[in-house]
């Protein structure tokens, strides 16, 4: 095995929120305008099916999809369509199977669809990061709210809306009949620059798969996976894609594929969604909703009319057998708030304030609240200041 030329770009692409100097501007222009171009060469490597790429006797063959919305999270022991499949329809609709049947019965690891675990570059310093995560965490353990009946409930409102917006809302692909080629996990762990930001090699191509056009146009997630790139970065892809085609292209081909590139953002945004491979779910979810439903759809007085209608109330019934015992609950709750009174009373209060609990019944009682409870970076920030002026008084 030969060594890869170059170094790779995790050691200058920062984080969000990295205490360390970040790359500048300038050159992650350069290296996104670099993929764009890649990404022209792999859209013209063309199979006839969805799925993994596997060598067998020399030859290459596209079998079962072992994409993350497959894989990652445990998916792998589920029952549940792989492929490979023979239209796009056929692999949203495998993924969207895949996300309801997680939402049931897997954990959910730190998605809590209403209260979203806070991002660094959302706050000013990595201290007041880490003290949102705090109580971001505080609020999610009263009630042990993530794998409750009630987030596992939210995830399955959202998988079967997802599921009727990819049946009549599927972006048009340049090339129908066939799928292009795609690096499974693109970050800057894996992408290799000499000195001057020219990529010189990318590696760990296991698990490259064909994959719906719209998803492989989409600007890639950088530093990692799942981080979505700046309007400005994917400009820079945009371009470089655009560069990167033969001047044979015709004018009509090339504003297709323009037009195409600067709507692929959705395509990215659900299929982090339906992967779990994610961060802020609601947001997620609110962008498909209004690519497909527009944008003066209230999708939070739509999951709120879920919730109490009465197909969603008798699942909740079935789910909730599943929860832990309220015993359990209070005993864990004690355990982790043991010297954190005030941060304990805090998050009941806001528990009480997010009516967790009493939108799931068709004839609920009257609520304080008429719009949906979404966490927001504001709202950490709001309970910080509040408890700084809290101990200045104390």
Known sequence: MSEAPGWPLSKVWRLAGSPQGDLDTSAKERVLAQLGGITWKLSQMRFEKIGSLFE????????????????LHERYDLETSRGPFTSEAEFWDSLISAFLKHAEVLQLSHHCFVAPVPSPENYQSSMQYKSAVSLWNDFVTVGRKIDSSENRLDYIIVGDALRDIVRRHQLP?????TFPLCHADLSVNNIYVDDDYNITC?????????????????????????????????????????????ESVGKSLIQ?????????????????LLSLDSIADYDLFATVWHFACGPEDDVGQYLLQQRCSPQYVQLYSEIQKED?????????????????????????????????????AINDPPRLRKDIFVASPKLWKWIQQFMRDWEDIS
């Open 173 to 177: 692909a340049i090339i129908p009949v």
């Open 324 to 360: 832990q015992q309220p015993s359990k609950i209070e005993k864990d709750e004690k355990d982790y708030f043991h010297d954190k009174v005030l941060r304990y009373t805090i998050a009941k209060k806001l528990t009480v304030m997010s009516e967790w609990k009493t939108q799931y």
């Open 256 to 272: 297709r594929y323009r037009e195409s590139l600067d709507r692929t953002q959705v395509a990215w945004r659900l299929s982090r």
């Open 202 to 246: 990318i590696i760990d191509w296991a698990f490259t798969s064909s994959i719906p056009e719209s998803m492989l146009l989409a600007a890639p997630g950088l530093p990692q996976y799942r981080d979505e790139i700046s309007s400005e970065l994917r400009t820079s892809f945009i371009n470089g894609f655009i560069a990167a085609m033969p």
């Open 56 to 71: 067998e006797e020399g030859s290459f063959q596209i079998k079962e999809c072992l994409s993350r919305g497959h894989m």
